[in-house]
């Protein structure tokens, strides 16, 4: 649909540009690579149960990425105050008696026995619409956006922040202060705002510190990240086992189904957070860098898209999009070679998550309906 003079109409395909098929692939490709390891993951289990619902999860998200990318980028900025009312919401929901906590983070809504989401993963795709409507909708003569444009941006990306932050998700807020990073840097805003922008996070991490929101589990993993070699059958257990099981992998792996680490159950999260070393382990260093290579391939397809988008919306769109799923996949590999602390976000695509698989293939349709989009001008 679009909006036209307060109505919508329905704007399909014929009326759009070609798809990218490059990004298409390579999204499905690494579900597909996703779902094995997952299988590989949770196969001695006995149980099939995660594989299913992360298949269901996987089909879910290509049917939204399809829907969404053969949208005209007018019809979604149409919708932009409608989403990100419903992030705010949603994120507000986690902290009623309807949110649980998982992993130290009360960050889910349960609807029904099995049935559950975590919004702050749909919340990235409502705030990378939003951070773009300031930011990309520039007034006439303007080049960049002014002190306005940059300001409202940056209370949008504020509150939700602020809501995940009594979460507390450390991991997520990273990820939101990276695509608010990476917007700014798209629209041209002065660079100035980008040291207000870290300014601003040095004087919350400090107000977190202060008011106790930073649990000492995180305190830990910081430790562990300074001398990875201290206490490696505690709070560096994670981190000690998820290195012996990608070093074990050496080059070549030792074969899908074949990885002993993996069996054995030793790196916790696996399946999720730590899939990579699945890869490590029995695709070894050949597949896990074809992995990387994949994304760093798809990424690099998402800034051409921003870059020739025909319209300072849609180049924020995607600047903003390409910064989360870069940020996710930095820090995730990062943290299972011990580059980074462990802050618990997946790999784009390829960890276990309903919530983060549909969100990670519905920013993919986004950066679609940015290239048709651009097709359509004259």
Not at 161 to 183: H, K, Y
Not at 238 to 245: E, K, L, V
Request: proline share 5%; hydrophobic share 55%.
């Amino acid at each position: 649909m679009i909006a036209v003079a307060g109505k919508r109409r329905i704007v399909w395909a014929p009326t759009l540009g070609a798809p990218d098929w490059t990004l298409t692939l390579l999204a499905l490709g690494l579900s597909v690579v996703g779902l094995l390891l997952v299988w590989s993951a949770t196969r001695m289990d006995g149980d099939h149960g995660l594989l299913i619902r992360q298949a269901v999860s996987v089909g879910l998200g290509l049917l939204l990425m399809w829907f969404v990318s053969r949208c005209d980028l007018r019809v979604l900025r149409a919708y932009v105050p409608l989403a990100y009312v419903l992030a705010l919401v949603s994120l507000a929901g986690v902290l009623s008696p309807l949110g649980v906590r998982v992993n130290g983070a009360h960050s889910w809504i349960v609807l029904a026995p099995g049935v559950q989401f975590q919004p702050s993963e749909f919340a990235k795709v409502a705030l990378a619409l939003a951070f773009a409507v300031p930011l990309g909708e520039l007034r006439d003569g303007q080049a960049r956006p002014g002190f306005g444009g940059v300001l409202l941006a940056l209370v949008l990306a504020a509150v939700p922040i602020g809501l995940i932050a009594l979460q507390p998700d450390l991991g997520t807020m990273l990820v939101f202060a990276a695509m608010v990073s990476g917007a700014l840097l798209v629209s041209g805003a002065p660079k100035r705002w980008l040291l207000v922008l870290v300014a601003g996070a040095a004087a919350a991490g400090a107000a977190a510190w202060k008011l106790g929101l930073v649990r000492p589990y995180q305190l830990e993993r910081l430790l562990v990240l300074a001398n990875p070699a201290a206490d490696p059958g505690g709070v560096g257990y994670n981190a000690a086992q998820a290195r012996i099981a990608i070093g074990s992998g050496g080059l070549t792996g030792k074969g899908l189904f074949n990885g002993e680490q993996t069996a054995g159950h030793f790196v916790p999260e696996q399946h999720t957070d730590f899939i990579f070393t699945v890869a490590g382990e029995e695709l070894g260093f050949a597949g896990a860098a074809a992995i990387v290579l994949a994304i760093g391939v798809l990424l690099w397809r998402g800034l051409s898209i921003a870059r020739h988008s025909a319209s300072p919306y849609g180049a924020v769109l995607a600047g903003g999009v390409v910064s989360w799923l870069a940020f996710q996949t930095f820090v995730n590999v990062g943290m299972t070679v011990g580059l980074m602390p462990i802050v618990g976000v997946p790999l784009p695509f390829v960890s276990y998550g309903g919530s983060a698989t549909v969100a990670g293939l519905l920013a993919i349709g986004l950066l679609q309906a940015v290239h048709r989009t651009k097709a359509m001008q004259p």
